[in-house]
């Protein structure tokens, strides 16, 4: 006989996690299932987890998550050839009994989330991987079908968190594939050091952590980011790109990694330390025009999988626990009023997606992606502008500063010219507004 | 300035339980990659999978494979690809992801 669940939960990643631990709790009968070796052999994350989420479902997660370094200190870098200009925020305020943000080394966590998950009484379920949605006459989703012999699993709901591939969604002809300039390829490495060269060579006391976001020339003119994130005793180090441009660029993403390992202003921070582990990942970029249809009658999709990342903020894990979190809330208010799981009736997912910074953020930044795209001086010619402009200004060389004003201003024109200056400040208005 | 790099020193630091003679990703047709102007699966795959071959096709080893799904969306257009996830359990396994 066929084996029933109330839910199949689909992936270990943090929505599925959040999903799986949400449901459990409230005594729901709830299966989920992981193709990895152990919860999180297959994930990948920067990494930085934000606190006020996961609190929402685990609130003391503190007692025993085995988080790295709490955030005292953001960096945001603009690189030239060999130069940066950039900003820093660093707050005692950051030192507090909750800390707000950590770095984190994904699959610790997601091995710590198992154990939640079990002490609840989810099950959990590894080496297993999901070949398909099975469906009734009527296309109802009533189960999942595994790899394993016999493999055929029933619910009353599945919750596809998938992560970024989503190729249950797509076989079934419930999501499309993403368009290139909608994914971007990340590849990160993690980096073993001394703690103690971590805490000189970043100010900081054991615990306290330092998190640089970068942009610049290390693109190479694609449409991407860079980081490097301080652990416990490890720094990671990673750089990301569409995948429209890494398929017109001529550069290789290890090569692109490499390249800002090797940066004049990165190497010093690394120096000495030694590579444990190289990881790529996909990573959601398409914003709020992106996101596929996110039910229908027997399922749900959450997380990565369902598209929901704000690039503009690198928050990823947060929205993918909430949504997860929302799902299973879904599951549960409608078990309780003894509604079955139509469409129809898991709209009310949809609506607390709306309801929330889930959707509302991403709407918000919804221009975001496309202007991005289509308008890569933001990563090519400013990043050469801005660095040149500040090596100009804080060059002492008895040059009087109006000429040196004088000086900057024609460069930029001569790059951009008056009217693509101005256009390119409106549209960079229109991206986040 | 671009500095060479063999990323197979990369990968070798990487734990993998590779399902041996079932690679889980395939190319549909060796004439479709030949007749493929930009081959871009063999500077975008972020293990160095694909590589050009002799014929002015596409050689594909997954051994290394971190399962991001590149290739497929680069490849979409023309489909050439059938990508699945391994079997349970095999494949790339993040020790710290």
Same mark, same amino acid.
């Given at each position: 006989?066929v084996?029933?669940f109330d839910?199949i939960?689909?992936?270990a990643g943090p929505s599925?996690?959040a999903a799986?631990y949400?449901l ?15 919860p999180?052999?297959?994930?990948v994350?920067?990494?930085?987890m934000y606190s006020?989420?996961?609190e929402?479902i685990i ?5 025993d998550c085995p ?8 960096r945001v ?5 060999d130069?940066?200009?950039g900003?820093?925020y ?5 030192n507090?009994?909750?800390p707000n943000r950590?770095t984190?080394?994904r ?10 998950i079990?002490?609840v ?6 080496e297993?991987?999901v070949?398909e ?8 989703v009533?189960g999942v079908?595994t790899?394993r ?7 009353? #709901? !599945?919750?596809m &968190?998938d992560?970024v $591939? ?8 419930l999501q /499309?594939? *993403?368009?290139?300039e909608?994914v971007?390829l990340a590849?990160k490495?993690i980096l073993?050091i001394d703690?103690e060269?971590i ?5 900081i006391?054991?615990?306290?952590g ?9 693109t190479k ?6 980081f490097?994130y301080t ?6 180090i990673g750089i990301g790109?569409?995948i429209?441009d ?7 993403p290890?090569?692109?990694l ?5 940066h004049?202003v990165?190497k010093?921070l690394?120096?000495?330390?030694e590579?444990k582990e190289?990881a790529a ?5 398409g914003?709020?025009?992106?996101v596929?249809?996110l039910?229908g009658d027997?399922?749900m #999709? !959450?997380?990565? &999988?369902?598209h929901? $990342?704000n690039a503009a903020?690198?928050?990823g894990?947060n929205? /993918?626990? *909430? ?12 078990k309780a009023a ?7 009736n898991?709209?009310a997912?949809k609506?607390k ?6 959707m509302?953020?991403l709407?918000?930044?919804r221009e975001?992606?496309g202007?991005?795209h289509?308008n890569k001086?933001?990563f ?10 500040a ?8 040059i009087?500063?109006?000429s040196?004003?004088k000086?900057?201003?024609?460069s930029f024109?001569k790059?951009r010219?008056?009217?693509g ?9 229109r991206?986040?507004? | 300035?671009s500095?060479?790099?063999k ?7 990487n734990r993998?339980?590779?399902d041996?003679s079932?690679p889980?990703i395939?190319?549909?047709?060796e004439?479709?990659c ?9 500077f975008?795959c ?12 596409v050689?594909?080893?997954t051994?290394?494979?971190l399962?991001?799904?590149t290739?497929?969306v680069v490849c979409?257009?023309k ?14 396994s993040?020790k710290f992801?």
């Open positions: 006989m084996e029933k839910a939960v689909i992936g599925g996690n799986t949400t459990a709790k409230q005594g729901l009968k709830v299966l989920q299932l992981e193709r990895g070796e152990y999180g052999a297959k994930n994350q920067g990494g930085i006020h989420e996961l929402k609130p003391d997660f503190r007692d988080t790295e370094r709490h955030i005292i200190e953001q870098w603009l690189l030239g050839d130069s940066y200009v900003t820093n660093r707050s005692e305020a950051f507090s009994d909750k950590y984190i080394i699959a610790n966590i997601d091995k710590w989330w198992g154990e939640q079990r002490k009484g989810g099950l959990q379920i590894c297993t991987t070949t949605l099975i469906r009734d006459p009527s296309g109802k009533i079908r790899d012999e016999g493999g055929e699993i029933h619910a009353d #709901v !599945v919750i &968190a992560g $591939n989503a190729l249950l969604a797509k076989r079934a002809g /499309a594939e *993403a368009a290139p909608n971007a590849v490495e073993f703690p060269l805490q000189q060579r970043f100010g006391k054991e615990d306290e330092v998190v640089i976001e970068i942009m610049g020339k290390v003119g694609m449409v991407g980011t860079a490097l652990n416990k005793e490890s720094l990671t790109c569409l429209s890494f398929k017109n660029g001529d550069c290789p290890y090569r692109m490499e390249d800002l390992k090797n004049p990165i010093p690394i120096e000495g330390a590579m190289y990942h996909m990573i959601p970029e914003g709020y025009k992106a596929p249809q039910y027997g399922w #999709v !959450v997380g990565d &999988a369902a929901f $990342n903020h690198r928050e894990s929205l /993918a626990m *909430a949504s997860g979190r929302m799902a299973a809330e879904t599951v549960i208010e409608l003894g509604k079955g799981f139509t469409a129809s898991l709209a997912y609506k997606l709306d309801d929330s910074f889930i509302k953020d709407k918000k930044y975001l992606p202007i991005m289509g001086q933001f090519g010619a400013y990043p050469d502008e801005i660095t040149a402009a090596h100009n200004w804080f060059t002492v060389d008895s009087d500063k109006k040196k004003e000086q900057i201003m024609k024109i790059r010219s008056v009217m200056l101005v256009g390119d400040a409106i549209k960079l208005v991206a986040v507004r | 300035m500095i060479m790099v990323v197979e020193e990369k990968l070798y630091q993998y339980i590779v041996e079932r889980h395939q190319i549909k047709s004439e479709a030949q007749s493929c102007e930009k081959q871009a699966c063999t975008c972020p293990a160095a999978c694909y590589s050009k071959n002799e014929t002015g096709g050689t594909l080893v051994d290394g494979c399962e991001c799904g290739c497929r979409q257009d489909g050439n690809i059938a990508w699945d996830y391994p079997r349970g359990g095999y494949g790339i993040y992801g």
